[in-house]
């Protein structure tokens, strides 16, 4: 608790003293609209100097840093942090196991990063996610039939606690042997846990993401025991297998953490990613037009989805050694921070990039997914699940409309929406079909 709150002043200070990188910190405008800040970055230069790191929303010194071997992912490891924060880190305090929290995936670096993330490789495959198409498929069906008979005849419904949360995390409960009856509670959680990768916390959200980590942890502890009881062939059943007989291969907190860090970023990513998408389509009609006409542009409106709106704003890199990128020098232990919404609006990359084009030729070269070895293991599985999730909405709701204002979530890290209220449409196919 110390240490946050001295993370918290210390962002304030240097936001209302004109720092730009404590502005997207701690300002809700960031939350509501980031990008007018990204084109100040962007105007500053392609690397911009603050007092808490080195800023940059430029697509190519993005990709070199997230590549590069030279950078680690220790961002709140005192050992590693900048001058200002490695003093602000070691005010003293715990944090809680959570996703952004050693030994997470998000957080280690080689060669127990490789160690861990391999023993999960195989489950996120092409081929595993080929052959996930058709459940998906069927789990959106039977949301949208849910979704018709609660919205009534008023045809007035939420899409995003109707159906855009709900199809990945049922689709990830699935995957990890769950019961599917959870899928509600894990969507509280994650919400809560969400805010613990962001900076800058208010007391009361901070100890909010305190309580859902642990609730999350609590009860994945429990499941644990009921998978020794009764393994079945899901992913965690494979890994409690693996951390009771293969004496070394996991310690417990990597096991744990991995199971949270699976069933998280299984949903949290892509409940953004179905929300944005919707949004996007409803406030640009001639768009979801084209799609209509040509079902093909599909997974290129994935991608521009990705793009334009990415569900992960920025990720970090911490120097592990005096290094140079696209010719900027940077010292060992000097923070930078990759703003992947704003490298998503790079213009040299992308060519009109305040424009939502569903048929963008290179919308695939985006980094919402991040780069390097650090790419996001679920990727191929969210793009899936946007592409069927997205395309089942429309087809269905060709009419689909927006019925009253949407409200964004707090989070800075990820950006999505909280509710998205919509009016149905007629049907195109029966609701018991």
């Not at 409690?240 to 310690?251: F, H, I, M, N």
């Not at 996007?280 to 009609?285: F, I």
């Not at 010719?327 to 040299?348: I, Q, S």
Request: with cysteine; proline share 6%; glycine share 8%.
């Amino acid at each position: 608790m110390l240490r946050h709150g001295a993370m918290r002043r210390e962002v304030t200070r240097q936001a209302a003293k004109g720092d730009l990188g404590a502005h997207m910190i701690i300002n809700p405008d960031a939350v509501r609209d980031p990008y007018p800040a990204y084109e100040q970055i962007r105007g500053q230069g392609r690397m911009v100097r603050s007092a808490l790191t080195w800023t940059t929303v430029d697509h190519e010194i993005t990709t070199e840093v997230l590549r590069s071997p030279d950078f680690c992912v220790g961002l709140r490891m005192p050992e590693n942090a900048p001058g200002l924060l490695r003093a602000l880190l070691a005010a003293g305090g715990t944090w809680p196991l959570g996703p952004a929290e050693p030994p997470s995936l998000l957080s280690i670096d080689p060669p127990d990063h490789n160690r861990i993330r391999k023993l999960v490789t195989r489950s996120f495959s092409a081929k595993a996610i080929s052959s996930l198409r058709g459940r998906t498929e069927e789990i959106a069906a039977q949301l949208l039939a849910d979704l018709e008979t609660r919205a009534g005849a008023d045809r007035r419904t939420d899409v995003i606690s109707g159906y855009a949360s709900l199809l990945p995390a049922t689709v990830i409960t699935e995957m990890l042997g769950a019961p599917v009856e959870m899928r509600e509670k894990f969507l509280e959680w994650g919400e809560g846990g969400a805010y613990s990768l962001d900076m800058g916390l208010d007391y009361a959200t901070f100890r909010r993401s305190e309580r859902d980590i642990d609730a999350l942890t609590d009860w994945m502890a429990g499941h644990f025991e009921r998978l020794r009881r009764e393994p079945n062939d899901s992913i965690l059943s494979s890994l409690v297998a693996a951390y009771d007989q293969e004496e070394g291969r996991l310690t417990h907190d990597e096991l744990l953490s991995l199971a949270m860090l699976l069933l998280a970023a299984g949903f949290e990513t892509t409940v953004n990613l179905i929300g944005n998408g919707t949004r996007l389509l409803l406030t640009h009609p001639d768009e979801l037009a084209r799609l209509q006409a040509d079902p093909a542009l599909w997974p290129n409106a994935v991608d521009e989805v990705l793009r334009y709106d990415s569900p992960v704003q920025r990720t970090g890199r911490v120097a592990a050694r005096d290094t140079e990128v696209c010719g900027f020098p940077v010292k060992r232990g000097a923070l930078v921070l990759t703003h992947l919404g704003g490298a998503n609006r790079d213009p040299d990359v992308f060519p009109d990039p305040a424009r939502f084009d569903v048929g963008r030729a290179g919308a695939d070269r985006h980094v919402a997914f991040s780069q390097g070895i650090h790419y996001c293991l679920g990727a191929a599985l969210a793009k899936m699940e946007g592409e069927v999730g997205l395309r089942a909405l429309f087809d269905r709701y060709p009419d689909l409309r927006a019925d009253g204002p949407a409200e964004l979530r707090g989070t800075r890290v990820l950006r999505g929406y909280r509710t998205l209220p919509v009016r149905l449409g007629d049907a195109r196919v029966p609701v018991d079909a």
